[in-house]
C-alpha cells in the first residue's frame, strides 16, 4: 500500500466518521484536551532540566562540604596540641574566621 492509497484510506475513515455530530464533537473534545496535555509537557521538561542541575549544585556542594569536613577532622586527629604550632595555629584562626563562614 502507496502513500497515496494510505491517505486515501485515512480520508475515507475519516469521511465515514464525521457523519455523527456528537462523535464529531467529542473527538473535537478529546483532541483539545489532548492538545492542552501536550503542551504541558514542555514546561515539565524544562522543570526537569531545572532540577536536575539544581541536583548536580547540591552534589557538588555536599562533596565540597565533605572534603571540608574530612580536612578538619584529619588536622584534629593528627595532631594532639595544634596551637603549640605557630603555623597550625595561624590555620586554625583562619579557618574559623573564613572558611567556617563560606561553609554556614
Do not use: C
Amino acid at each position: 500500500m502507496g502513500p497515496g492509497a494510505r491517505l486515501a484510506a485515512l480520508l475515507a475513515v475519516l469521511a465515514l466518521g464525521t457523519g455523527d455530530p456528537e462523535r464529531a464533537a467529542a473527538r473535537g473534545d478529546t483532541f483539545s484536551a489532548l492538545t492542552s496535555v501536550a503542551r504541558a509537557l514542555a514546561p515539565e521538561r524544562r522543570l526537569l532540566g531545572l532540577l536536575r542541575r539544581y541536583l548536580r549544585g547540591e552534589e557538588a556542594r555536599l562533596r565540597d562540604l565533605t572534603r571540608f569536613y574530612d580536612k578538619v577532622l584529619s588536622l584534629h586527629e593528627d595532631s594532639t596540641t595544634p596551637v603549640a604550632n605557630p603555623l597550625l595555629a595561624f590555620t586554625l584562626i583562619k579557618r574559623l574566621q573564613s572558611d567556617w563562614r563560606n561553609v554556614l
